[in-house]
């Protein structure tokens, strides 16, 4: 005796007078995965005009272009950068900008941001060596110098990115800084020698140029008078 198993009916079926079922939603990172270079490259060129709203897509589509796979085995260039400069994609510096914004955020908080912020808040993160720290910095809505992330524009987060790559990373002295502070304390040691006890020399800079300042007490002026 025969025993047929019963199948499941589907669930994407059409019924008579209602609509059809939606199609499945399919993200964009599988669907792109999906594409070809050249289908890549079209979808590129399609969004490029439209970059202030388009910007996370084409960050998605300049990521999968950016595979050895994609650029070199499907293509033949090289590298990544010649593709993008041969096939006009757009500059550079954007596509890095693009890939590294849609590589960290979710599209939620990047399209909140706006590209230029999003990269802005990025950059500060990367100085700690952190780059993802970006996301949670926005998700808290933190401080930074004091003022919360949300309300900074695009010059503040740069701004304070520049500070505090200066508090974490100083620039070493240029060599007339060094020679100007040299200069100062073989002053003060000889006007200490003299016996100005006081003499306090430091260099300054002032006006594109560096000099060298003296504190004396009015006694030890008095003295080298």
Do not use: C
């Not at 900008?97 to 990367?126: D, H, M, N, W």
């Not at 919360?148 to 002295?173: G, I, K, T, W, Y």
């Not at 200490?192 to 430091?202: Q, V």
């Amino acid at each position: 005796m025969s025993s047929s198993r019963r199948t499941k009916p589907s669930t994407n079926l059409a019924i008579p007078g209602r609509p059809p079922p939606p199609a499945p939603v399919v993200p964009p990172v599988d669907r792109y995965a999906r594409m070809t270079a050249e289908q890549l490259i079209a979808e590129v060129h399609a969004r490029r005009d439209q970059i202030t709203v388009a910007f996370y897509a084409m960050g998605l589509l300049l990521r999968e272009l950016s595979r050895p796979e994609r650029y070199q085995a499907e293509l033949g260039f090289q590298t990544f950068e010649e593709l993008v400069d041969a096939r006009y994609l757009t500059s550079r510096m954007t596509a890095m900008k693009l890939i590294a914004v849609a590589s960290t955020f979710p599209e939620p908080q990047a399209r909140q941001l706006g590209v230029e912020k999003s990269y802005a808040l990025l950059r500060y993160a990367s100085i700690q060596g952190a780059p993802r720290d970006a996301v949670r910095l926005v998700a808290s809505n933190a401080v930074i110098d004091g003022e919360h992330v949300l309300d900074m524009s695009v010059r503040d987060v740069v701004e304070a990115a520049r500070n505090l790559r200066e508090q974490l990373h100083p620039p070493a002295p240029s060599e007339d800084e060094a020679a100007a502070r040299r200069a100062a304390r073989a002053l003060q040691a000889a006007l200490r020698k003299k016996g100005a006890r006081s003499a306090s020399a430091s260099a300054r800079r002032h006006e594109r140029a560096w000099w060298v300042t003296v504190h004396l007490s009015p006694e030890d002026a008095t003295l080298l008078a």
